[in-house]
């Protein structure tokens, strides 16, 4: 368990150095099982720091995010550091971005938070409609919910995030400073779930896609808030000329989805936002998982657990399947 | 304008009594509902709180062709889509059926659009009061209420066994008549009435906005508006699942000879919104976006139509992925101090 008050201390003495400009966390959210990511830029905010099974979202996703306006003539740009908190999922983001040359690793500082699961709010709202609980906290095999004066004890499975029971990292893989001690590894990724999407038939496939590109509104919130889409222009925004239209209708759709899928291939660190924050529920990741252990099975490569690798697409090996060359 | 009712388990049959109109209604597909064409009267549900997708969809769709011109051709000869179908919207919520009425003011306005307006016109709105508003539910702040008949032609109410009708407008003695509804009498309208009284209560959310339209341009600068930009993803699902937002981009899309003038939705919360053609973007971060979207709504919608574009439907706050909850950022500039008025 991390201990609050010294979480928040430790925040304050981070962004009060004369080096960091901005500390990214968690703080409550307004109703429910809500948190939001929090930006601080003063000390005087840090006590709004929080570190609980609410914790979902990927503070990663937000340095990248950021955008900055241009600086002014005869004013120098502001380079001083980015300090971060991330779960073990979330730090994935950095090493691939690191991987990747998005920024120099000594403009972050990452705060590291071994992280035992987290909630998927669809669950808790279906088992505790619009309660807000008084706390969340996780006690060796059971969640403990205290709501209403009342203590409910759950399985993890039944409110924590399906990407928590198959945890292979729940320690931060990059960390300058870890907050709590490490947590010991409990899950195992078989791929059961793409094992099982695959048994379909050709057309079933299709006749699935279809239905669930077909929800998609174009909001983008997927692709907004995926740590690895981080381009200055994404595709699908780009006007002159324009590759991909605005309409929705199952071919647009389908084309921004697979073309998702295919710049995510083998960058894709599995933190799982893209398909917790659809608002039409589409199951984004069934694409990028299989994407995941195609590479993995043919290149015997994981992105996001290594700070020196190469990016896949950047690396070349003799040994290298070419099934695909006909 | 009358009493009716019909046992709940009629349901279905109502729904295909209603041959002369094209009905549309909340249809599940997992958890998302949306409001679309009645097909098996038996996918129907109205157990939702809500739709996830607002029924606006249905005046203004997400993408539609406004009309169809060959290339290469001299002269254009465009084929205007047929709008004409009788429509019926069955279970909308009060909240959504005021949004249209907010949102008339706009495709009425300096221009008047047919597209829209057909449909508004051709439409039967037959509403489904609310007996448990949700957690984010505030619509009696907006003017509304889990009962209310603003813009409705008949209001339905969920008695346990049946539901009781109350027809508003010819048009809804005109479906209670095609759907052969029995007559309802007091007991019944004294039960919608406790019922109606009883789900105000249960609203638990509200928001004071007297002041507010008048304040906001003064808060044109402050960085108030960074606590939330700063975790803003930018995406499209704020304004995209509101029922009164109604911002859109029109296209030409070409294919060989064949080609449309297309409209969709689009958003305030998108970089691309405002890029000029020279690539400079006078809205160039969150920060600006953020403003916009709720300086829009609460103050520029107001000065010009007398009206906030807000219906507090809540689904903002519901399906904010980092939980920026638009009556908070209101009750927050409430307190901020704002700064001589500056106009947008």
Redesign the interface.
């Given at each position: 368990m991390v201990d609050l008050k010294e979480l928040q201390d430790k925040a304050k003495e981070v962004i009060s150095r004369d080096d960091v400009r901005r500390l990214i966390g968690w703080q409550r959210?307004?109703?429910?099982f809500?948190?939001?990511?929090?930006?601080v830029t003063d000390a005087s905010d840090a006590d709004k720091l929080i570190f609980d099974p609410t914790c979902v979202?990927n503070p990663a996703?937000?340095i990248t995010?950021e955008?900055k306006?241009?600086v002014p003539r005869g004013q120098e740009p502001d380079t001083r550091k980015v300090a971060v908190m991330v779960k073990g999922c979330d730090s994935r983001a950095i090493v691939q971005q690191l991987v990747e040359k998005a920024y120099p690793r000594e403009n972050v500082i990452v705060m590291g938070m071994p992280c035992r699961g987290v909630i998927d709010r669809?669950k808790a709202a279906a088992l505790f409609g619009?309660v807000t609980p008084d706390e969340v906290k996780l006690d060796g095999d059971k969640v403990v919910v205290s709501l209403n004066s009342e203590t409910k004890e759950l399985a993890r499975g039944d409110i924590l995030a399906d990407k928590c029971m198959r945890c292979r990292y729940p320690n931060p893989l990059v960390s300058d400073e870890l907050m709590t001690e490490e947590v010991e590894k409990w899950g195992a990724d078989e791929f059961a779930d793409v094992d099982e999407f695959e048994k379909m038939s050709p057309a079933d496939k299709w006749k699935f896609w279809e239905?669930q590109f077909s929800?998609c509104?174009?909001?983008?919130?997927c692709?907004?808030?995926c740590p690895m889409c981080y381009c200055v222009e994404c595709v699908v925004?780009k006007?002159k000329p324009?590759w991909t239209?605005?309409?929705?209708?199952i071919s647009e759709n389908a084309a921004y989805h697979v073309q998702r899928a295919w710049h995510l291939s083998g960058r894709c660190i599995e933190c799982m936002?893209c398909q917790?924050?659809c608002?039409?529920?589409i199951p984004i990741m069934t694409l990028n998982r299989k994407m995941t252990r195609d590479v993995k099975e043919m290149f015997d490569y994981e992105p996001g657990v290594d700070v020196e690798a190469e990016p896949l697409l950047a690396c070349y090996n003799p040994q290298d399947p070419e099934d695909y060359i006909m | 304008m009358g009493d009716y009712k019909f046992a709940k388990d009629k349901l279905a049959e109502v729904l295909s009594s209603l041959g002369d109109y094209q009905v549309f209604a909340p249809t599940p597909?997992?958890?998302?509902v949306r409001f679309l064409e009645v097909k098996d009267p038996a996918a129907v549900t109205l157990e939702s709180a809500n739709s996830?997708?607002p029924p606006k969809e249905l005046m203004f769709p997400?993408?539609e062709t406004l009309f169809k011109y060959r290339l290469g051709d001299t002269g254009l000869d465009p084929s205007v889509p047929d709008a004409s179908a009788r429509r019926l919207v069955f279970g909308i919520r009060p909240c959504d059926a005021m949004a249209y009425t907010i949102v008339d003011n706009l495709f009425s306005w300096d221009f008047t659009d047919p597209y829209y307006l057909n449909r508004r016109e051709n439409t039967t709105l037959v509403g489904f009061a609310c007996g448990d508003p949700?957690?984010?539910c505030f619509c009696p702040s907006m003017g509304g209420a889990p009962a209310s008949e603003k813009g409705l032609d008949a209001l339905m109410f969920d008695l346990g066994d049946t539901f009781y009708v109350k027809t508003l407008t010819d048009k809804g003695d005109a479906f209670a008549k095609a759907a052969g509804l029995d007559a309802a009498g007091d007991a019944e309208s004294k039960a919608a009435e406790k019922q109606a009284e009883e789900a105000l209560g249960k609203v638990k959310r509200s928001i004071d906005t007297a002041g507010i339209p008048e304040k906001l341009p003064s808060l044109y600068d402050h960085p108030f508006w960074?606590?939330f930009s700063?975790?803003c993803?930018?995406?499209?699902?704020c304004t995209?699942?509101c029922p009164t937002c109604h911002c859109f981009?029109i296209?030409d899309?070409a294919e060989a000879f064949n080609a449309r003038r297309?409209r969709?939705?689009?958003?305030c919360m998108?970089?691309?919104y405002t890029?000029h053609t020279s690539g400079h973007n006078p809205r160039?971060?969150?920060k600006e976006r953020t403003r916009n979207r709720i300086s829009h709504k609460y103050s520029y919608f107001p000065e010009k139509f007398d009206v906030i574009a807000c219906v507090g439907c809540g689904r903002c706050?519901n399906?904010c992925?980092?939980?920026?909850?638009l009556?908070?950022i209101l009750e927050k500039s409430k307190q901020a101090e704002g700064k001589e008025a500056k106009t947008a």
């Open positions: 959210g307004t109703y429910g809500e948190s939001a990511p929090i930006v979202q996703s937000f995010l955008e306006r241009p669809r619009d239905e929800k509104i174009r909001c983008y919130s692709r907004n808030v925004a006007l324009q239209r605005r309409s929705t209708d936002e917790r924050v608002p039409v529920d | 597909a997992g958890d998302v996830t997708v997400e993408t949700c957690a984010n960074e606590q700063d975790r993803l930018s995406c499209g699902i995209f699942l981009d296209q899309e297309a969709m939705w689009d958003t998108f970089a691309e890029v160039p971060t969150r706050i399906n992925p980092v939980n920026i909850d009556l908070d």
